[in-house]
Every structure is written in structure tokens, then in C-alpha cells.
């Protein structure tokens, strides 16, 4: 079964709605056999039913779906050719087979924009080997079909560079908007493992990892990672790319030092503007480089997500708009950050199965065990509405009081050394480091900030100081008065 939801301008729902607030199933799957049973030597065998989804994808303004027979189906803005034989694009409110892989397995795709990548075996059927050939089609206004040139494409194309002849065999797609990422394992017959990262298309954001901002057409490999990391896993956001290896070495490049779609990152000096190579994520879990377990990537328009401990914690850093990052708040976070999982309720009804013993406990007994760990979610979940709410006053005042003092924004990715070394901020020794490695201009605009900041305290006091005398005087008349009086 399949359900989407979203905005559907362009019919890249598959149920014919424009717009769809809930998950709507697509009916569509439901009627249809494989495409073979479309075809009409093959119409009288269909049994009506239904295909089953392996594999789905999304792009900009497509979707894509692999079922259990390895057909491509694609719904949404559409590369085709016209009546000219041109490419084109053409909405489709339902889903359509790609024909030009039927007889092939479709084991791997993805999309970006307006272009598609995917992995199709060379022969009818995928036995597991390294009989795979890469195919793309669609937009190729930045080369990001890696096919040589920027012309586009109606009908899937041979990437060259992984045809059948190919040294290098492909095992996981990613597109960004307008750029490709390939992974690739070497073929080889003495079970030596080499895999390797290429990219191509659009660059001017450092998203190919290549050093510079230029697009190229033809992919190229990303000869900054380690020759010797097996990666595992890769995704591109809109204008970044994100890789991950077995031993839990993630690395990220494009825009905004590989977060992506960031334009207001907080990111001052030589920290700010674009990677044009990968740069290595820090694990905070061990203060190192490495994650444990790693799983699997994945990257929105401005944020990241890894699994990590063999599917049991997820990490997210980037823009935290919307609450996207999964900590509980908005902020943005440029660093990995836990992401609170598994949500609190799951952990308490998993403890409730755990505990349940249908054979040796009575039904009573089930409704006060259910009734009281409805009591222990929540207090819990009210406990942990309060320490959201602690947080983010706590979070507040230090930023308040950061600026306060050092006149600038406590950065996440550069906490001060002794918050580092010892768990305990020492505001004083900070201030004096700041004012020994500030210039004169820097020290200049400092005693103007603390001149003024003492300046108005100097007011606040003198005129308290002057309200008090006012407060003295008028006393002092009123028992005057009374004194004379007759």
C-alpha cells in the first residue's frame, strides 16, 4: 500500500489531488498488475493484484516507485519527448511505467529537480553481481546527467562512465537539486573492497566536493575522502552533499560548510561561506570523529539526519526551523545533536509489552497496570514539558549574557576552552583572553560598548540618587508645614 501527502500543484501525488494536508492512498497501485501485464499479449493473464512498492523516491516536483518486479513508475512533472522527439516536461496525476526498462530490473534511483539517475541491470533479471549499468535522463541544464554536455535528455541514457564495460560497478544514487552523487564499489575478482564517491553537475555551492565551485558534465571522483573509507551510505540536499562510512566517518560539503540551504547560519570569519571540499562531522558522543554504528544519511534542504548504534540514535544538525532537527525545540544546531528518540510514549508502551503476561494475569490486573503506566507517561511527559521550558530560559539567558559580555553570539561549534576542559565556565579568564588576542580596532569598539554600558549605569544610579533627594525634600516640607501649623 502506498500513501502520500503534501503539496500537489503538479500532480506529483499520484491520487489527482492538488493539495493533500493527510496521507491519501494512491488507487492506482491497486489496479495495476507489472507492466507486462499492461502490454496486450500479456492483458489476459493479469490477476488484478495488487504490486508491491520496494523502493520510493521524491524530487522536486516527481515521484518515483520501484515495485516487487523491479519496474520504474513515475508520477509528477515527467521528462518526455515531444512531438519533435525534444525533451519536455509533462505533468501526470497518476503513475506511468517507464518502458524503457522493461525486460530490465530497476534495482536503485533518484531524482532531483527535474532529472532522474537510476541503476538497472544489464540482463533481465538482478542476481546480486556486478551486472548493473547506470542510466540517466531529464533537465541537463548543469551536466547533472554526467553525460558530457548540458543538453537534456527525454529518454533514459547510458552514463559512460558506468556502462556495462565499466571498472566501477554503482551501489547508491543520491541527486540534490542540480547536482548527482554516485557511489561505487571497484569490480574486482581477489575480494579486494575499494568504494568511491563521484559527482557532477551543478558546483557553484561546493557541492561536488571537487575544491572548487565549478559544474562539471562528466562525473568525477571526490579524491578528498580517504581512499581506504568503505562508504556506506550517501544523500544530497538541495545544495549539499553528505557521505558515511562503515567504521562511523561522516563528511558533508556545499553550502554553508556543508548544512546546505542555510542563508542564516551564524558562521563569522574564515568559519564563513561554502565547503569546496568534505569536511569531517565530529562525533560529540566521543569527543572524536567516529560514530558508532552508523546506518544510514540523510539530508534535507538545510538539515542532515544519521542513524547511528545499528539503527538505535539519530543525529541531526543544520537549520532547526520547524522543529525538523527533533530536539524538542527550533533552534539551529551546527553540530550533530541527539535527536530525542525513541519518543518518550513509545519508550513506556514498550515497557508495558514487556511487562504484560496475557496467561498469568487477570483482566483487572491489566486495566491497573495500564492505568498506572498512563499515570507514569504523564508525569513523565509533564516533567519533560518543564524541563523543555527550563531549557529554553536557560538557553536565553546565556546567549543574553554571552553577548552581554564578549558582545557577540555563544557559538555551539566554538564553546570557550574552559567550558571544554573542565564542564565550568570561567567568565573571567575568557574576557581576558578576548581582550589579549583583540586588535586596537577590536579593543577600540570594546572600551566604546563597556563606555557606554557604564554610562548608563552611571544614570540609572543618578537618577535613583536624585528621586530619593525629591522623595527627602518633599517629606521634609510636609513635617515642616506641620509644625508651624497653628
Not at 511505467?97 to 541491470?121: D, I, L, M, R, Y
Not at 561505487?184 to 557541492?207: A, D, R
Request: net charge negative; aromatic share 8%; with cysteine.
Amino acid at each position: 500500500m502506498m500513501v502520500l501527502f503534501g503539496p500537489g500543484a503538479i500532480m506529483s501525488l499520484g491520487h489527482g489531488k492538488e493539495n493533500c494536508s493527510v496521507p491519501c492512498l494512491i488507487e492506482h497501485f491497486k489496479e495495476l498488475g507489472s507492466p507486462d501485464s499492461l502490454t496486450e499479449e500479456s492483458s489476459t493473464d493479469h490477476t488484478g493484484t495488487s504490486l508491491k512498492i520496494c523502493a520510493v523516491k521524491a524530487g522536486g516536483m516527481m515521484s518515483l516507485a520501484i515495485d516487487d518486479h523491479g519496474s520504474l513508475w513515475i508520477w509528477g512533472n515527467c521528462p518526455q519527448a515531444n512531438d519533435d522527439g525534444e525533451f519536455c516536461l509533462s505533468s501526470s496525476s497518476v503513475p506511468l511505467p517507464v518502458w524503457n526498462f522493461h525486460g530490465h530490473t530497476v534495482v536503485k534511483v533518484a531524482c532531483g529537480n527535474e532529472h532522474v539517475v537510476a541503476v538497472v541491470s544489464a540482463g533481465e533479471t538482478y542476481t546480486g553481481g556486478d551486472d548493473l549499468v547506470c542510466y540517466a535522463w531529464g533537465n541537463n541544464n548543469h551536466g547533472q546527467l554526467g553525460l558530457g554536455d548540458k543538453e537534456s535528455r527525454p529518454r533514459p541514457e547510458v552514463i559512460s562512465t558506468f556502462n556495462e564495460e565499466s571498472s566501477w560497478v554503482v551501489y547508491e544514487v543520491a541527486c540534490g537539486a542540480f547536482h548527482t552523487a554516485i557511489l561505487t564499489n571497484k569490480k574486482s575478482y581477489n575480494q579486494e573492497i575499494e568504494s568511491k564517491c563521484w559527482t557532477f553537475g551543478l558546483g557553484e555551492n561546493g557541492q561536488l566536493g571537487h575544491g572548487t565551485s565549478k559544474s562539471i558534465c562528466l562525473p568525477q571522483a571526490v579524491d578528498a575522502l580517504p581512499r581506504d573509507a568503505f562508504l556506506v551510505s550517501l544523500d544530497c540536499g538541495l545544495f549539499h552533499t553528505s557521505v558515511v562510512s562503515s567504521a562511523g566517518d561522516v563528511w558533508s560539503w556545499g553550502m554553508e560548510k556543508g548544512l546546505g540551504l542555510c542563508p542564516d547560519a551564524s558562521f563569522t570569519g574564515t568559519d564563513a561561506g561554502d565547503a569546496y571540499v568534505p569536511l569531517r562531522i565530529r562525533a560529540p558522543e566521543t569527543n572524536g570523529f567516529r560514530f558508532a554504528g552508523p546506518i544510514q544519511v540523510a539530508c534535507g534542504a538545510a538539515h542532515t539526519v544519521l542513524v547511528s548504534d545499528n539503527g538505535y540514535k539519530l543525529w541531526a544538525w543544520g537549520r532547526g526551523r520547524s522543529g525538523v532537527l527533533g530536539r524538542g525545540q527550533t533552534a539551529d544546531s551546527y553540530v550533530p545533536s541527539t535527536v530525542i528518540w525513541p519518543p518518550l510514549d513509545t519508550v513506556f508502551k514498550n515497557e508495558k509489552l514487556k511487562t504484560d503476561d496475557p496467561i498469568s494475569k487477570t483482566e483487572d490486573h491489566e486495566v491497573g497496570k495500564t492505568v498506572e503506566m498512563d499515570h507514569k507517561l504523564s508525569a513523565a511527559t509533564e516533567e519533560l514539558n518543564f524541563l523543555k521550558t527550563k531549557l529554553t530560559l536557560m538557553e536565553r539567558y546565556a546567549g543574553l549574557l554571552h553577548i552581554s559580555i564578549f558582545r557577540k553570539q555563544l557559538d555551539e561549534r566554538r564553546l570557550p576552552q574552559s567550558l571544554q576542559d573542565s564542564g565550568v565556565f570561567d567568565i573571567r579568564k575568557e574576557l581576558e583572553n578576548v581582550l589579549e588576542n583583540a586588535d586596537d580596532e577590536e579593543l577600540t569598539r570594546m572600551e566604546m560598548f563597556y563606555r557606554s554600558m557604564l554610562s548608563t549605569v552611571k544614570d540609572r544610579l543618578m537618577k535613583r540618587r536624585v528621586r530619593e533627594l525629591v522623595k527627602e525634600c518633599l517629606v521634609s516640607l510636609s513635617t515642616g508645614r506641620q509644625h508651624h501649623s497653628p
